[in-house]
């Protein structure tokens, strides 16, 4: 049986399909790459090259070239073989999973889940990016493009069904044999080292020849080294230090770049790097400059003083994470009104998480426009959707009712109205805040203690939206409800008409 639904994929190029997570029959195998690339995020330590030649003291350590790709598991099932990501996309059709198919069946294997990276190989020897895999996965140019991706498995998920668990020497060695002689599907090199002088020399090798990086694993634990990328960005709030001693210095400062149409886009905050002296200045400087704002930002339980945007700082980055486990990272997009001295919320759009950010010098070389704070500084690194759409005057697609349902139900002279709504946003492709389905279910009670209560549920899925929807309607309509006919307003029933008196009796 196959593990994909191919009517469910869209064909790109001749041979070569791409699906959402609804087109593997199979649905834990998604879960299985969220939890893997989780797991792994969680364990691998960031660190720059000159901290791991002072970090790793004698001993064994297995170092290996980072490949600078997409993160995949390759899913292989009795000679069928097709990519999966976190985010739940499927590519099928692609030259390098051929050739892995080929040499598992060659290597005995009937079923495995392999994880490692889709790569852009260059002819020019030149490094690929992050970027070149998007794109050219997404909507490739020809076929010899899509041939240049290729597969750099670097562990072994399952293996027959079954969690493959072994030491680094028998991994590697168990990718080696199944892979040999390899020309689109090949394990990263990798050296057995002995220090960090030789770890920290074999690093600067690797990132000269295109690395993104190195993979220290070790009795320490595992490490990614990487160097270190600098960034322009303005300060638009602070937070101040509330450790008695500290008085009158920053804790830490938020940050923005500039997106092409002017608007500030949240960057994220730096709390690092930072002298005694530069902290009491930040504030002396910054405290004077306090402006409202409709966005609130909170780190560690305080909230930031928003400030002018007029200050723009160098901060230095290990990395740069563009997405999460699920989508996008997004962060706040905001309007400065510098004649009311106030931001604006405009929307969310996608941009990173900064990983180990650290303060490096002010700028009062650059000022504070779209090309000394521009954000192609990020996305020269990573790719990051829709930098370059007009944040304040993106419109997005009007949502539509697809069902609506009104109960009513009188007790005790109260009525008692339970009101289903069901919409399609068309929302979701454009903005990552959107579901694509969203059900409303409203519960007025007045005789309630609260009175009217709320439920929301959402789901990319038709079919799961629809299978809710009647779920919540069995689950809150039975005997005694009235359905009211479409567009029928619910209103209380008139007041009862006053019981009369009884005639006084008469005495005796």
Not at 76 to 85: K, L
Not at 479 to 506: E, F, I, V
Request: one cysteine or more; hydrophobic letters at 40%; aromatic letters at 8%.
């Amino acid at each position: 049986m196959s593990l994909l639904r191919k009517e469910r994929l869209e064909t790109k190029l001749a041979g070569y399909s791409v699906g959402a997570a609804n087109a593997v029959t199979d649905p834990t195998l998604i879960t299985k790459a969220q939890d893997y690339k989780r797991d792994t995020a969680s364990k691998l330590r960031a660190i720059d090259g000159d901290e791991a030649k002072k970090k790793f003291g004698a001993g064994e350590y297995h170092v290996s070239f980072k490949i600078d790709g997409e993160f995949s598991m390759l899913v292989y099932s009795d000679g069928e073989a097709f990519n999966v990501n976190p985010g739940g996309t499927v590519r099928v059709g692609l030259a390098c999973q051929k050739e892995a198919a080929e040499k598992l069946k060659a290597a005995g294997v009937k079923k495995a889940l392999i994880a490692g990276e889709l790569y852009y190989h260059k002819a020019d020897g030149a490094r690929g990016r992050v970027y070149d895999v998007s794109r050219i996965a997404r909507q490739p140019a020809s076929k010899a493009e899509l041939d240049d991706l290729r597969f750099g498995p670097f562990d072994i998920v399952e293996l027959e069904g079954v969690a493959y668990k072994a030491g680094i020497r028998e991994l590697w060695a168990k990718l080696e044999e199944i892979f040999a002689d390899g020309t689109r599907v090949i394990p990263p090199e990798t050296h057995w080292l002995k220090d960090g002088g030789e770890i920290a020399k074999q690093f600067k090798s690797w990132i000269g020849a295109g690395a993104e990086g190195v993979v220290v694993r070790g009795e320490m634990g595992s490490f990614k080294v990487k160097p270190r990328h600098t960034l322009d960005c303005v300060v638009i709030g602070f937070t101040e230090s509330t450790e008695d001693d500290r008085h009158g210095m920053i804790h830490d400062l938020l940050l923005a770049v500039m997106r092409p149409d002017g608007m500030f886009q949240v960057l994220g905050h730096v709390g690092g790097g930072f002298s005694e002296d530069d902290r009491r200045t930040f504030y002396a400087d910054l405290k004077d400059d306090l402006v409202a704002s409709e966005y609130v930002e909170v780190n560690d339980q305080v909230a930031y003083h928003m400030v002018k945007p007029e200050t723009i700082i160098e901060i230095s980055v290990l990395d740069l994470l563009a997405q999460k486990t699920q989508g996008n990272v997004t962060t706040m997009v905001l309007n400065y009104d510098g004649a009311a001295k106030q931001y604006k919320i405009v929307r969310r759009m996608p941009l990173v998480k900064l990983i180990s950010p650290q303060f490096v010098r002010r700028r009062d070389d650059k000022q504070v426009n779209a090309t000394d704070l521009r954000i192609k500084q990020i996305t020269d690194l990573v790719e990051v959707p829709d930098t370059d759409r007009d944040a304040g005057g993106a419109s997005l697609k009007p949502s539509a009712v697809i069902n609506r349902e009104v109960y009513t139900k009188v007790l005790k002279g109260a009525t008692m109205v339970r009101k289903f709504v069901m919409w399609e946003t068309n929302k979701q492709a454009d903005a990552d805040d959107f579901p694509a389905y969203v059900i409303h279910f409203t519960d007025f009670s007045p005789g309630r203690k609260t009175p009217l209560e709320r439920e929301i549920r959402v789901s990319n899925s038709r079919q799961q939206i629809d299978d809710l929807w009647t779920e919540l309607i069995a689950e809150n309509i039975a005997k005694g409800w009235n359905a009211l006919a479409a567009g029928a307003t619910a209103a209380p029933p008139p007041p009862a008409a006053p019981k009369a008196k009884a005639a006084p009796k008469k005495k005796p």
